[in-house]
């Protein structure tokens, strides 16, 4: 599963205290000269206990809680009675799948999964759905994708999964745990439902105009091909195109990205097509696209820790820069295209973009919140990746609702 943009747990006290047991246990096997077997190891994690935990560690670190309806974690009887539940891996899994769903955040997710698991939106999404009134309206339609083979295009409405309306679709997505269907949980519960299983085809009926039609989708995992990091063009104006394929967490990028401006006169024009960077990235990639067009250290993106905070009553906030790097520098700056296929540290690249004055142009991105970190779970040692922190421009704008410039510049 390809999933960039996390960073690990260091600051939180949840992983803390992980890391103190981890720490603890190794001192402790060291000291004793015990090797126990594997199944051993197995009978002496308490699932049950870490079902607990889970809610805990999102409630101290999960940085969007103001989301929550009336600020708190959300709860069902369906939910407490999974919790209770849980007695080995597998029934952890699935109360971590359905914990993490409950908080209607693409950028939240498990570390691990099924094969029949929902699929990771908008990484594995090829649709983008909006409730408008009564309406499931698909919003954006990646290119290249399964749902653009067979025809369908924004505008469209999506009728029905798999045979079901889609407003009793999400009802039931939503009533499986026990909560109520809200404006957030609607748009969220379409777009997965429209992703559809790992494991399997998706049938959908979408309405162009009047017209209804059936279309049997493969899932996006079931579609991957190995790209290249990046690769270059020239669009209708003569300005060279540098395409970023999903790369933005592959360090391999940086080469190829270095190679690729080293080609280009120094004044020469040059868009960056964010396109298709669902799985965000990490900063080193990032830092590394944007050196390439300062010439002295420039702020581009606003951190918040609200888990500090909370344990310690002190607000931490503090601003990330880019510096630029001996040799690299390009005299003009790029146009920045984006989409909803835009996520994470792609929205960061653009939103700093915009603060060094260049034209970022397209639709709205994925909006995914934050950024996340890593938390292991204290007995198992499974792993749930949260937004622990929250983002801004560095005019204070929540990344999220950064809004770009609508179509291309003329």
Do not use: C
């Not at 594995?124 to 653009?148: C, H, Q, T």
């Not at 990639?285 to 002190?314: C, K, N």
């Not at 790029?334 to 994470?344: F, I, M, Y």
Request: zero cysteines.
């Amino acid at each position: 599963m390809k999933k960039f943009g996390v960073r690990r747990a260091s600051r939180p006290k949840s992983h803390k205290r992980v890391m103190a047991v981890a720490t603890f246990a190794m001192i402790f096997a060291a000291s004793s000269g015990v090797a126990q077997t594997h199944s051993d190891h197995l009978q002496k994690i308490d699932y049950a206990a870490d079902a607990k935990a889970l809610d805990q560690l999102v409630i101290e670190n999960y940085a969007y809680e103001d989301h929550w309806p009336g600020g708190v974690l959300p709860e069902s009887p369906q939910l407490a009675a999974e919790r209770a539940a849980v007695h080995d891996h597998d029934s952890l899994l699935h109360y971590a799948e359905d914990r993490i769903a409950s908080l209607a955040d693409h950028h939240a997710i498990t570390g691990s999964s099924f094969k029949d698991s929902w699929a990771i939106v908008p990484t594995y999404a090829d649709l983008w759905i909006s409730r408008r009134g009564s309406d499931y309206v698909i919003d954006a339609v990646k290119e290249g994708s399964p749902a653009a083979g067979a025809g369908v295009v924004a505008g469209d409405r999506l009728i029905a999964i798999g045979g079901v309306s889609t407003q009793q679709a999400v009802a039931g997505f939503w009533r499986r745990l026990g909560l109520p269907v809200t404006a957030e949980r609607d748009d969220y519960a379409a777009r997965v439902l429209a992703a559809g299983r790992r494991d399997r085809m998706r049938d959908l009926t979408v309405q162009h105009v009047g017209t209804q039609r059936h279309v049997t989708l493969p899932n996006l995992y079931m579609s991957q091909h190995d790209m290249p990091p990046l690769s270059v063009s020239h669009d209708r104006r003569g300005w060279s195109v540098i395409h970023f394929n999903n790369s933005l967490g592959d360090q391999a990028t940086i080469a190829s990205f270095d190679s690729a401006m080293a080609t280009l006169q120094p004044r020469s024009p040059v868009v960056l097509d964010l396109t298709d960077t669902p799985s965000g990235g990490n900063t080193s990639v990032a830092r590394a696209i944007m050196s390439w067009f300062v010439d002295r250290p420039r702020s581009y993106q606003v951190h918040q820790l609200p888990s500090e905070e909370r344990e310690t009553g002190i607000a931490r906030q503090w601003i990330e820069q880019v510096l630029p790097r001996r040799g690299k520098f390009h005299q003009r700056l790029p146009v920045v295209e984006v989409g909803r296929w835009t996520g994470s540290m792609g929205e960061g690249i653009a939103i700093a973009f915009d603060a060094f004055g260049a034209r970022v142009e397209g639709t709205p991105m994925a909006q995914l919140k934050g950024a996340v970190y890593d938390f292991a779970l204290p007995s198992s040692g499974l792993v749930v990746k949260l937004p622990a922190e929250r983002l801004y421009t560095v005019q204070g704008v929540p990344r999220e609702k950064f809004v770009p410039h609508q179509g291309e510049q003329r």
